[in-house]
């Protein structure tokens, strides 16, 4: 399996061709981290799209910027759809603030278990 970590993140390319983004526990991510994290899914996958699964860890969370930021394009350039896993009614509250509003470039799904 290949795999990135960055600070607050773990980027993984999973055998069944799934980009797997791990958000550490009481991580706050911010642009900066945001994009970090699409570099690292384009090393890993090539610059090609891959559906991926995104796991919030426990107390993390994410910015105002960096939710418009996820939902763009530009921040979907390698992403074929997202699946969320949450795991606290904070982070279900978020996710689905994020599918409203935010109203993500790729299909998007929010779940309560990875």
């Known amino acids: 399996m290949k ?4 600070e607050k993140a773990i ?3 999973l055998p069944e061709g799934i980009i797997y983004i791990h958000i550490k526990s009481d991580c706050d ?4 981290d945001a994009v970090l994290i699409v570099e690292a899914m384009g090393k890993l996958g090539n610059e090609k ?6 796991d919030a860890g426990e107390f993390s ?3 105002k ?6 939902a763009s394009i530009e921040s979907n350039i390698y992403t074929l759809a997202d699946a969320i896993a949450y795991c606290n009614l904070a982070q279900q509250l ?3 603030f994020y599918l409203k509003h935010n109203q993500p470039s790729v299909p998007t799904q929010v779940f309560s278990s990875k």
């Open 3 to 6: 795999k990135i970590e960055l």
């Open 11 to 13: 980027v993984e390319m």
């Open 29 to 32: 991510i911010e642009l900066s």
């Open 49 to 54: 799209k891959y559906p991926v699964l995104i």
């Open 61 to 63: 969370s994410v910015d």
């Open 65 to 70: 910027e960096t939710r418009i930021f996820s």
């Open 94 to 96: 978020m996710a689905q």
